[in-house]
């Protein structure tokens, strides 16, 4: 049987010292080996944060972004990387941001935030339904004259869907991304499946792009792919195999830094990530009329 129940408003502080969940995911301590009730919210770093713990998953979110940091189907290792230490202020690196309604920078307004406004704002949690298979949420932010709706469901599977609705009465340009931080032993032992043959353009060399073979990563990586659908992550560190489908964008985007440094990330963090996103960007950016919507969906499963 389905409920809906309504959820603290005053977050709580939780001790950093609190045991439970998967050893070594910089958010396992949230979760109190006792177990709470299936929808909490909690403050951490700074955060307000909403704690999801179900027999077949647990997971957490960000209300700053409706961003899903973790997520860990029972039995299995977390799915999601983030990262040990947030920045005070700003977005937070790790798990599922979600960028829009530009991807990147902004085309033509350089003071204006990478990726857009959606991960630095706060949103509203509409709805939160428990039930057999796992759990229901819906996210949304309202912005001048946009509506985005972010729809997860969670069990022994992941799916998000972002819903964007342009109420102005002129056309306008959209990009978005599902920015995806997968979580794998070792990023040098890992290979990306389904994108063989996939033109796209590398971010790195600035230049066209054609995928032969599987995707390793070697050096770093951040192309963008003119194809979505189902992918293999195989992960031989962990002897795991995570199917992920992009199908609802236009474009798939690997991205990791290599040697690169990241801010408050170090080397050996940064080796455990590696981020395979759904997009629509670039010259495959929406076009949306009045009254029109744009949708992007990522769902990923064990193999």
Do not use: K
């Not at 990726?115 to 796992?134: K, N």
């Amino acid at each position: 049987m389905s409920s809906h129940r309504p959820l603290p408003g005053t977050p709580q502080g939780v001790s950093a010292t609190q045991p439970g969940g998967a050893a070594g995911h910089p958010l396992a301590e949230l979760f109190p080996s006792a177990g709470g009730p299936a929808l909490r919210w909690v403050t951490h770093q700074g955060r307000e944060l909403l704690l999801v713990e179900h027999p077949r998953c647990r997971a957490v979110f960000s209300r700053q972004g409706a961003q899903l940091l973790h997520f860990q189907p029972s039995g299995d290792r977390p799915w999601l990387w983030c990262a040990s230490r947030w920045q005070p202020h700003g977005p937070i690196r790790g798990g599922v941001p979600i960028c829009w309604p530009w991807f990147g920078r902004h085309p033509t307004e350089s003071g204006w935030p990478s990726h857009g406004w959606a991960r630095l704002s706060d949103w509203q949690l509409v709805s939160g339904e428990v039930h057999g298979q796992g759990v229901s949420l819906r996210w949304r932010l309202e912005l001048c004259d946009w509506q985005v709706t972010l729809e997860a469901e969670l069990g022994e599977r992941m799916a998000l869907r972002l819903v964007t609705r342009h109420a102005d009465s002129e056309p306008c340009r959209l990009s978005h991304a599902l920015h995806a931080y997968w979580r794998v032993g070792d990023v040098a032992r890992v290979a990306l499946l389904g994108l063989e043959g996939a033109p796209g353009y590398d971010l790195l060399s600035r230049g066209d792009c054609l995928q032969q073979g599987g995707l390793r990563i070697e050096g770093g990586c951040h192309r963008i792919f003119r194809r979505a659908g189902e992918l293999q992550l195989l992960d031989l560190e962990w002897q795991r195999r995570l199917l992920l489908d992009t199908a609802g964008g236009a474009n798939t985007v690997v991205w990791h830094p290599g040697s690169r440094p990241l801010t408050d990330v170090g080397w050996n963090e940064a080796l455990g990530f590696l981020c395979v996103e759904a997009a629509s960007c670039g010259p495959d950016s929406l076009s949306l009329q009045a009254g029109e919507q744009g949708v992007l969906r990522l769902h990923a499963r064990r193999g």
